[in-house]
């Protein structure tokens, strides 16, 4: 009994780890290499899919796409969320607690609430075009919904709190008293930030960066409600692929190479994070 | 810090909270569709919410699976934490990493290797279907936060407890359960919320004799932003604001979060 008890504990979080996680992630692997034909699938072991994800200028311009947006929403997110971590770090006030909470709190909030958001915002007839046109700036809306501008906006804010928790992770290093003596030496604050402060955070912007790359590249709402279905990622492909063409072989190709992009950060990531430990 | 900082840190802060600022405010137009500035201000966007029998169903879908899934991931999940910070055997820490892989992939690759599973298995728009899927994503958290609450205890006192005679289920009833219970309870408080929150992976899985809320959410705000949807968010918000205060309460928040 004593022996089989770690078994017996362990036994229906592994059923469901199972079914819902192992099997479904091979399936996927061994079905990208099999084909679709008019709706039905045909069971062998090929590369169809993929040379037809690599030959094809339309999907090799959605995989372009999807990496220089996610790269572009982790800079723009570490921008915004640096200050941010900073104060948070450092700050004794006494609504430190406070600013905690309500940076953190979006991040719990839904994502489409979040996006439905931004849809006011950003639309045609949202917030900023009615205010730009109401002070006489501007005669007909600008977009900013339903092109990459209003993804690369949204997107950003969605992720910015998972950013700044995450910068604040790497920010152990980050030591008061070093600004201080820099301080009080006669530094100037700019270059007792370039010289101090941003060395000893470095670790904290790679980790944030990376782990904002990797969110954005999977992210799926936010693009496709904001992009207005005219930004085509990689993750809105796969869902076409599955939902609409039905051509699950290649939706499942096109997940390979979304996993596989994932990886390529990841050891981008060790080779920075080696550099700068 | 300098003012100058202090105001860049206020602005990017209302630049995170301005979507709810936003979503809140307009919730209160009365108006047929949201456009700025909101011309007339009423409860109109509630009164409609609770007329839509879409939204209406699509509630009681969402927390009762909520409420299934939270039972299910926080019974597995406890069970396999306690086993795993209890008991010594090979393959524990690969079988944490397991575990907690669901996490670290996109819920678009999980959603669709659900899809591929779920439809041979005829599971697709079930209550079976999306509670496993929905399970996938919970029980790592359970089995993380409540593995960080048992890490937390401190091991001297179960072996006073055995030393003193008590047989280990009741080492387990009256020392471990009420020290690992604030954990239980944040776990539960985040299960719940990651479920009733879900979009991506039910994306796969719905159909139309089953949806759940924010399916039904997502698909009306393609096309038509009406204050419903904002009366709606706000509704969501509190929820979610309720939920947090339990998790704040029970272990803080960011603690929750940090590992």
């Keep these: 009994m004593r022996r089989s008890l770690p078994a017996l504990l362990l036994a229906p979080a592994g059923a469901i780890t199972f079914v819902a996680f192992l099997l479904p992630m091979g399936w996927l692997a061994r079905l990208s290499l099999g084909r679709a034909a008019g709706g039905v699938l045909i069971d062998e072991v090929g590369l169809t899919n993929y040379v037809r994800f690599f030959s094809d200028r339309f999907y090799l311009g959605v995989l372009w796409r999807s990496v220089w947006v996610a790269s572009s929403v982790a800079a723009l997110a570490v921008l915004a969320a640096y200050p941010i971590a900073l104060f948070l770090f450092r700050s004794r006030s006494r609504w430190r607690p406070l600013l905690a909470v309500l940076t953190i709190a979006p991040l719990l909030v839904s994502s489409v609430v979040r996006t439905f958001g931004w849809m006011i915002i950003l639309g045609d007839h949202g917030w900023i075009n009615g205010l730009l046109q109401a002070a006489g700036v501007i005669a007909a809306p600008v977009h900013l919904m339903n092109n990459v501008w209003g993804v690369l906006i949204g997107l950003t804010e969605i992720l910015m709190p998972t950013t700044t928790l995450a910068l604040l992770s790497g920010f152990a290093r980050l030591d008061v008293a070093q600004e201080e003596a820099a301080r009080s030496l006669g530094a100037p604050p700019w270059r007792c930030f370039l010289r101090i402060t941003l060395p000893l955070t470095m670790p904290g912007i790679v980790v944030g960066a990376l782990v904002t790359f990797v969110l954005a590249i999977s992210s799926f709402v936010t693009p496709s409600l904001l992009g207005g279905g005219r930004v085509p990622l990689l993750a809105s492909t796969i869902y076409e692929e599955a939902l609409e063409t039905l051509d699950w072989p290649f939706a499942a190709a096109v997940a390979v190479v979304l996993v596989m992009v994932f990886g390529l950060a990841l050891v981008g990531y060790e080779r920075l994070a080696r550099r700068w430990q | ?259």
């Design chain 2, 1 to 259: 810090m300098s003012n100058g900082f202090r105001a860049l840190v206020a602005v990017l802060l209302l630049f995170l909270l301005a979507p709810l600022i936003v979503v809140l405010l307009t919730s209160f137009s009365n108006d047929a569709y949201l456009a700025f500035p909101p011309v007339k201000w009423g409860f109109g966007g509630y009164r409609a919410l609770l007329a839509n029998a879409a939204f209406r169903r699509g509630f009681g879908v969402s927390v009762t699976l909520a409420s299934l899934v939270t039972a299910i991931s926080l019974g597995c999940g406890t069970a396999a934490a306690y086993a795993i910070a209890r008991f010594t055997f090979p393959g524990r820490g690969a079988l944490l990493t397991v575990f907690t892989a669901p996490l670290l992939l996109p819920g678009i690759i999980l959603g669709l290797g659900l899809l591929l599973v779920f439809a041979r298995l005829g599971w697709l728009a079930t209550w079976t279907g999306l509670t496993i899927a929905h399970c996938l994503v919970t029980l790592p958290y359970a089995i993380r936060v409540v593995l960080t609450a048992l890490r937390g205890i401190d091991a001297t006192l179960e072996e006073a407890a055995s030393t003193l005679g008590a047989p280990p289920w009741r080492v387990f009833r009256r020392v471990t359960l009420p020290l690992m219970l604030p954990g239980m309870i944040a776990a539960a408080a985040l299960c719940f919320l990651a479920s009733f929150d879900e979009v991506v992976i039910s994306l796969f899985l719905v159909g139309p004799r089953l949806t759940t809320l924010p399916i039904e959410v997502f698909h009306a705000i393609e096309y038509q932003a009406d204050p419903q949807i904002s009366a709606l968010s706000v509704v969501l918000i509190t929820l979610t604001a309720g939920l947090v205060i339990v998790v704040e309460r029970s272990l803080g928040l960011v603690r929750a979060f940090a590992r």
